[in-house]
């Protein structure tokens, strides 16, 4: 089967990878030119594109996406290792608070992969490049689609500026900012099905190297994300010594704008003891970088049971975004791409069947994430922007018996080992957050610490972070 890819991004390359591997012919369409850097200092540095800032920001390699490329690509994850992507097992991520720091049975599959957005994409484009039966050309943007004009169309390729690109398949990899309603439009299919909530939340991340071990307050592959009373701030431990710092505010906040200056960015990571600490054994690689304007997104190609288009699937951002203080995207893009090689094993000579079985693994791999994240950030908002901007306060949030959310259960995780590891499973993907939510002992553990009432994490008054954002000492 001839395959023609959409997007030489991560999720474009793996499953470039993986369906060649299949024995389908693959023929990936990047927009942009960009060398393969000799090594991965040289691709952080390059890494910046005005279309992609996500790259810039925060990644980890979840443990349900780590599962699912040891099972399917396991050279890449190696690939990966070898490139310094770092293991983090769940015992660095314990805070001196929890009070057994013991190792349980099955904390192995909690373990973190903890990586530079730079590098995992430099180590995918190498594998890619490297892989009989996969052609990457690079400087190619795809305009629209071929096809041919039956009910629901079916889709023959593709058109670019250099000429029409034959396929019996095309994937869209395309990313957040796909054509793919206005490509649809104009072949006279229906558009997809697109379901957003906000973020609001924007980011500005800075990177960092380790200069003195010894100082550094806990292990360099540390993972730690505070909700604050005004804004969010986490660190993230990446490859060869380097670690992210990001604030997150409300988009809407506009003190944080003058965040993107080092000097009140700085300001405002010390105003918080916990990273205050962190700084002292950092020094700064990189500007800050700050993104915004992110949705929480869930497209479906098949709108009442019915596919509106036969012979194009979507993976990755195309078919759904979260918040990526969750960092649930690569897991979400491989699960969807593993669905889309069982869906073109199993009918390849049927294009209907092929999207009602993906749409399937939609409803099953990534509609349980997407709903979870759009709740979460909904309760978030409306928190962030009653203490920073003085809107009025959220109703209390309804109480169910036998249900935690992800505010209780992340206030608990530092104060009991189930909940920690309740804690992780989400974070991790390795299980539907609801099941979490609502299993009987995390919620009893939950409850247990919650109504001692958890310690509020150390942070500036009102006061001091306008004082810091500011720039004055």
């Known amino acids: 089967m ?21 024995g389908h012919r693959v023929e990936v369409l990047e927009r942009d030119e960009r060398p393969i850097e000799p090594d991965v200092e040289a691709a952080a540095a390059a890494a910046f594109r005005a279309g992609a800032p996500q790259v810039m920001h925060p990644h980890v390699v979840p443990a349900r996406c780590r599962e699912v490329l040891a099972q399917h690509l396991p050279d890449v994850l190696e690939a990966w290792r070898r490139a310094g992507v770092v293991e983090a097992p769940l015992a660095s991520q314990m805070p001196p608070s929890l009070p057994d720091t013991t190792a349980w049975s ?15 994409d430099w180590v995918l484009r190498r594998c890619a490049a490297e892989e009989p039966g996969i052609d990457v050309r690079e400087g190619v943007a795809v305009t629209g689609l071929l096809a041919e004009s039956v009910d629901p169309p079916l889709v023959t390729g593709v058109t670019t500026a250099a000429g029409p690109v034959p396929a ?48 550094l307050p806990a292990p360099s592959t540390t993972r730690t994300v505070l909700p604050l009373d005004e804004f969010m701030i986490g660190i993230w431990g990446a490859d060869h010594d380097t670690m992210l710092i990001t604030l997150c505010p409300l988009t809407t906040d506009r003190r944080f704008a003058a965040a993107r200056a080092p000097g009140p960015y700085t300001a405002v990571v010390r105003s918080v003891p916990y ?32 596919p509106v288009v036969l012979g194009l699937h979507a993976v990755g951002d195309v078919v759904c975004t979260t918040n990526p203080t969750m960092s649930r995207g690569l897991s979400l893009t491989a699960l969807g791409i593993v669905d889309l090689a069982a869906a073109l094993a199993a009918h390849p000579d049927d294009p209907y069947a092929q999207a009602i079985a993906l749409d399937r693994g939609v409803t ?3 509609e349980p994430f997407y709903t979870d994240q759009a709740a979460v950030d909904a309760e978030r908002l409306a928190i962030l922007r009653h203490i920073a901007l003085g ?14 959310g992800l505010a209780e259960l992340r206030a608990a995780s530092p104060h009991d080992p189930h909940a920690f ?7 991790g993907m390795l299980a539907p957050p609801e099941e979490v939510y609502r299993d009987p002992e995390v919620v009893a553990h939950v409850r247990r610490v919650t109504t001692a009432g958890p310690p509020r994490p150390a942070q500036p008054t009102h006061e001091e972070l306008t004082t810091a954002l500011a720039g004055v000492r």
């Open 391 to 404: 809107a009025p306060a959220p109703p209390p949030a309804p109480h169910v018996p036998e249900r935690v």
């Open 364 to 366: 099953e791999h990534v």
């Open 275 to 306: 990273y205050a600490a962190w700084l002292d054994a950092l020094e700064p690689i990189s500007d800050v970088y700050p993104m915004a304007g992110l949705h929480n997104t869930l497209r479906r190609l098949v709108v009442d049971g019915r």
């Open 168 to 215: 019996d398949v095309v994937l869209d990899a395309s990313g957040r900012r796909t054509g793919l309603d206005s490509w649809l439009t104009a072949i006279g299919a229906r558009p997809s099905a697109l379901e957003a909530a906000e973020c609001g939340i924007a980011y500005y991340t800075r990177h960092f190297r380790v200069a003195d071990h010894a100082a």
């Open 2 to 22: 001839r395959i023609v890819v959409i997007g030489g991004s991560a999720a474009g390359l793996l499953a470039a990878l993986l369906l060649a591997r299949a």
């Open 421 to 427: 590891r309740a804690y992780w499973t989400v974070m």
């Open 106 to 120: 099955g904390d192995e599959r909690l373990s973190l992969t903890l990586a530079r957005r730079s590098t995992v």
